[in-house]
C-alpha cells in the first residue's frame, strides 16, 4: 500500500470496527473496504469513498458529497461511490452510521437481486412446488443449485420426500444444464441412472433394476 492510503486504511479500520471483521480488497486502483465480506467503501489515493445504493444516494447528495471520478482507459467515469471530507471525518458516529446504513442496504440489493434473478422455478423442469421443495432442502436459488450439483441437491431433497423417482434427479441436471429432462444427453443421463442405482436404491430391489430404468418406470 502507497503511504497516504495505509493511513487511510488503518484510520477507516478503527473507525469501523463496530461494523464487523474490516478486510481490504484492490478496487478501482485502491483498496475496497468490505465489512464481513460486504464492501461498503473504497479507499483511493488516500480518500475515502462511501457506496451509494439507490436509496442512499439521495442522501449522500443531500450531505453535499461528491462522486468518486475513475479513470478507465483514460476516459473519466462517475461512480457510485461518495467523498468523505474531513469535517464528515471528525463526526465519527455519524460517518459510522452512514457506512452501517450502507452495509444493511447494499446486503439487501445482493438478497432482491438473488431472489429475482435467481428464481429455481425459471429453470426448465422445476415448477412452483419443486421450487418450495428446493427451499425447505436449504437450496434457496440457482447459485446454490449449481454449487450443489444434481446428486448433492436430489440427496438433500430425499431427506424432505424419501419417495421421489430418479426423474427429479434428470430433472436436476437437466435444468441446471438448460435442457428438458427428456432431452438431457444420454451419457449425461446413463452416469445419472448408473449413480442412483448404485446409491439410492435398496438391495431389495436390485433384481428387478439390473437394467436401468426407461422414463416410463419413473413416478411422476
Not at 8 to 26: E, M, P, Y
Not at 45 to 72: C, D, H, I, Q, W
Request: proline fraction near 4%; hydrophobic fraction near 40%.
Amino acid at each position: 500500500m502507497k503511504g497516504r492510503s495505509a493511513e487511510r486504511v488503518a484510520q477507516a479500520k478503527v473507525c469501523f470496527a463496530a461494523l464487523g471483521g474490516i478486510t481490504t480488497r484492490s478496487q478501482f486502483g485502491g483498496y475496497g473496504l468490505l465489512a464481513d465480506g460486504t464492501m461498503f467503501a473504497v479507499i483511493a489515493e488516500g480518500e475515502l469513498y462511501l457506496r451509494a445504493t439507490e436509496s442512499l444516494e439521495p442522501v449522500f447528495r443531500g450531505r453535499g458529497m461528491v462522486n468518486m471520478t475513475y479513470l478507465k482507459r483514460g476516459a473519466p467515469m462517475t461512480m457510485r461511490y461518495y467523498w468523505v471530507d474531513e469535517s464528515l471525518w471528525q463526526e465519527n458516529r455519524e460517518l459510522l452510521s452512514l457506512a452501517w446504513q450502507v452495509v444493511c442496504e447494499t446486503r439487501k440489493e445482493v438478497t432482491l437481486k438473488t431472489r429475482s434473478n435467481g428464481r429455481l422455478k425459471e429453470l426448465p423442469n422445476i415448477d412452483v412446488s419443486m421450487e418450495r421443495l428446493l427451499w425447505r432442502a436449504g437450496i434457496q436459488n440457482i447459485y446454490e443449485l449449481r454449487l450443489l450439483g444434481a446428486r448433492r441437491s436430489y440427496l438433500k431433497l430425499l431427506q424432505q420426500q424419501p419417495t421421489l423417482s430418479v426423474k427429479v434427479l434428470i430433472s436436476l441436471a437437466g435444468a441446471m444444464a438448460g435442457y428438458h429432462h427428456a432431452a438431457l444427453p444420454s451419457t449425461q443421463r446413463e452416469a445419472l441412472l448408473e449413480w442412483f442405482e448404485e446409491t439410492i436404491v435398496p438391495p431389495c430391489l436390485e433384481p428387478r433394476l439390473a437394467k436401468r430404468p426407461s422414463f416410463a418406470l419413473f413416478n411422476e
